[in-house]
């Protein structure tokens, strides 16, 4: 077998850990096929640096796929052909595709990027702004680092169900809202009931390559990026760009270590500033993350500075930093889903 060990490596762990635990027993497959095929690891190679290369072969095909270009592979889509998969594996047909299509697979390898949109996070994004809410006893500022469309600086535009051994125990928005989420409340803690009302003074994101979901091009990309068997992903990434119409954001082009300063310099002293970021972090060098702490913290010399973080691995920690006077510390708030399915609040570190 030709390719990387490490590429191989990266493929084997997506198939074991990645695709189970975010139930996608199509990418399991696929990605355990790939880590033995030297051709099809050839062609995840082709990433930019930093990227994930199983997302990004896997997102290069379904966007082939919507596009509309016809193969056996898209029944294996439920997006595409319904929610009954065919008899047999996905994995031949995949790397036939694969192969059949080299040319042009490589270069949305090559040229794309990892930005995820997972509009369900706001779960975990709703309790932790409601805290900082009532903290601040001010609106709220909000910065997105590592952005991508945006579309969860818009979390109070979106209704919220949150369930307990399959019943519902909390409810959260006006009941009009297009955009409907849901979760999962585990565990023995307690996640406090979010405040009625959270007013939003400002939306701002910044990344390397905002997403202008007025590009069909560019809402295609992220719907490709949706793993097959999550198909109200779809529905809720469409309605939620839908509302941008609605409750427009400002997205900025940066690197996020060298330009969030100007930001942080032009919010108000009257409301609450908020950065957060939700499973984005990776993406940025040590240096970087380093670079962004400590402009939160040089803020903080003038102004208390709120940070909340979806971030990590196996599960992911949901942490609230408060920032004042130089320095910050952190809380754990809960471990939750990278997508939004679950919480588990009051987790133990």
């Not at 509309?68 to 047999?88: D, K, N, R, V």
């Not at 469309?149 to 169900?161: E, I, K, M």
């Not at 119409?245 to 400002?250: A, L, N, Q, V, Y």
């Not at 949901?318 to 130089?326: F, I, K």
Request: proline share 9%; aromatic share 8%; with cysteine.
């Amino acid at each position: 077998m030709s390719g990387s060990p490490d590429l191989s490596a990266a493929f084997e762990q997506f198939a074991r850990v990645e695709a189970p635990d975010l139930d996608s027993p199509t990418y399991a497959e696929l990605a355990a096929g790939v880590a033995e095929d030297g051709e099809l690891l050839a062609l995840a190679a082709q990433r930019q640096e930093g990227q994930p290369a199983p997302n990004m072969l896997f997102g290069a095909v379904q966007y082939l796929l919507l596009q509309g270009l016809e193969h056996p592979l898209a029944a294996h889509y439920p997006i595409l052909s319904g929610p009954e998969p065919p008899p047999g594996p996905a994995f031949p047909p995949f790397r036939a595709f694969c192969l059949q299509h080299r040319q042009r697979v490589a270069e949305l390898v090559a040229t794309r990027r990892t930005q995820t949109q997972v509009v369900r996070r706001c779960t975990c994004l709703l309790p932790a702004f409601s805290l900082v809410h009532r903290e601040a006893e001010a609106p709220l500022a909000l910065i997105d680092v590592g952005a991508s469309a945006g579309l969860n600086l818009n979390f109070d535009r979106y209704a919220y169900r949150y369930r307990r051994a399959g019943r519902e125990v909390l409810r959260w928005g006006r009941g009009s809202e297009r955009v409907q989420l849901e979760a999962d409340l585990r565990g023995p803690g307690t996640m406090p009931a979010p405040a009625r009302d959270i007013p939003v003074a400002s939306r701002d994101g910044i990344d390397l390559n905002p997403i202008d979901l007025a590009d069909p091009d560019e809402l295609l990309w992220l719907r490709a990026l949706i793993w097959p068997e999550h198909v109200e992903r779809h529905a809720q990434l469409v309605d939620a760009a839908a509302e941008l119409k609605h409750s427009p954001i400002r997205l900025y082009r940066g690197d996020a270590s060298k330009d969030l300063p100007h930001l942080l310099e032009r919010v108000p002293a009257e409301v609450a500033l908020v950065v957060y970021s939700t499973i984005a972090l990776y993406q940025i060098p040590r240096e970087g993350r380093r670079r962004i702490t400590d402009a939160l913290e040089d803020r903080s010399r003038e102004r208390p500075v709120w940070r909340v973080a979806l971030e990590g691995v196996h599960p992911p920690s949901l942490t609230l930093t408060r920032y004042l006077g130089g320095s910050g510390e952190t809380e754990l708030l809960a471990r939750a889903s990278p997508h939004g399915w679950w919480i588990e609040w009051g987790s133990s570190p």
